[in-house]
């Protein structure tokens, strides 16, 4: 239970990547702020965390069973909270789903829905009225910068953190009238399982209804460059729970909080140009037409960014 002056934060799919490793950097804050409910939907996958949590387990942190999916889940996880208090609600499970939109059928789609935008909307609706009440909380959302911007062949993943994206910003404003506030972490690729579920999801596939040629460059021309992308580029769930935990430390958390600059430059190039035409454009030369110098670009942005250069690219500082 949390002690006096604790604040107490829900986190949603703590049983690995980013939502884990926010859970247990929270849970071992040196002054004891944090009172963490590290939650996931199947509490067999509990080892991991419980390990990295060491000796806060059972005192910061103690863990709950939640699926975002499920209305009676999520109210029996808040309900079972003493005063059905929570200060911090971090929204974080998320699936992901790549391929040709041929492929994937009406319920595959629905499920990154109901679990990427409906998940949040359960939990925010299930948690929001009590921090109207109380005149205060802070409501976080681990979003993406595909929440921002479009990626060939990630349409209906971009297209459901768009939609919670649009959900957030809406709400953000009425949030302020009642002192709760909203911060969106929008991460570019992360190392976590999320990447091997990917390529693992991928590998298992036939893709019905899909012709050779989107086959083809789906295989053989985005895929390649999506793993230089994630090699080159990608940050750790560390780097997303520091970002994070800043965000909920400010004395005014920012709405929107990208964790890689190096993503900066891409989103601003859509808002520079009101008719849609320049990012495309780029995406579609980048992809197609500069296969091979983005490659060699990947790989010399790989050592430019490694080690000790890569952890300074976390922002907000
Ligand atoms: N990795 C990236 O490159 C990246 C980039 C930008 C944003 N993000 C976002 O970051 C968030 C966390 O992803 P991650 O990279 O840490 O991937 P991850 O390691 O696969 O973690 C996802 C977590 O969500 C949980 N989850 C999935 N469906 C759920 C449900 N219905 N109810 C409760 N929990 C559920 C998973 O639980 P199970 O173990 O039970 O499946 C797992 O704990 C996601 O929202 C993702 O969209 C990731």
Redesign the pocket.
């Known amino acids: 239970m949390a002690s006096d002056g604790q604040k107490v934060v829900l986190i949603?799919?703590?049983?690995?990547?980013?939502?884990?490793?926010i859970a247990v950097m929270l849970a071992k804050d040196e002054k004891k702020r944090y009172h963490v409910i590290a939650?996931?939907?199947?509490l067999r996958?509990k080892d991991k965390l419980v390990e990295a949590a060491g000796d806060a387990y059972g005192k910061t942190l103690t863990l709950q069973t939640?699926?975002?999916?499920?209305d009676e889940?999520v109210r029996e996880c808040v309900h079972s909270i003493k005063d059905r208090r929570v200060d911090v609600l971090i929204?974080?499970?998320?699936?992901?789903l790549v391929g040709p939109v041929e492929s994937i059928t009406m319920d595959e789609m629905k499920k990154v829905f109901?679990?990427?935008f409906f998940?949040v909307v359960r939990m925010i609706k299930e948690v929001m009225p009590d921090m109207k009440k109380r005149r205060g909380g802070h409501i976080l959302?681990?979003?993406?910068?595909?929440g921002l911007q479009g990626v060939v062949f990630n349409d209906v993943?971009a297209a459901s953190?768009f939609a919670m994206e649009g959900f957030c910003e809406s709400l953000a404003v009425q949030l302020l009238k009642f002192n709760v506030t909203m911060s969106m972490?929008?991460?570019?690729?992360?190392?976590?399982?999320?990447?091997a579920?990917m390529v693992e999801d991928v590998s298992k596939k036939e893709f019905p209804g899909t012709d050779p040629d989107t086959v083809h460059y789906f295989k053989n021309v985005y895929l390649p460059s999506s793993v230089d992308i994630?090699e080159a580029l990608?940050q750790t769930?560390d780097d997303?729970a520091r970002c994070t935990k800043k965000v909920i430390e400010s004395s005014r958390p920012r709405f929107r909080n990208m964790t890689n600059p190096l993503y900066t430059p891409i989103v601003a190039m859509k808002y520079a140009d009101e008719t849609g035409g320049l990012s495309v454009h780029a995406f579609y030369n980048l992809l197609f037409n500069f296969g091979p110098l983005m490659h060699v670009t990947m790989n010399v942005m790989k050592c430019l960014t490694c080690g000790c250069l890569r952890s300074r690219t976390i922002s907000p500082n």
């Open positions: 949603t799919g703590c049983s690995s990547g980013i939502g884990l490793r939650t996931m939907r199947d996958k939640l699926d975002v999916c499920s889940s929204n974080n499970a998320g699936i992901g109901e679990t990427n998940g959302i681990i979003s993406s910068v595909m993943y953190k972490i929008e991460p570019g690729p992360v190392h976590t399982e999320f990447e579920k994630f990608g769930p997303i």
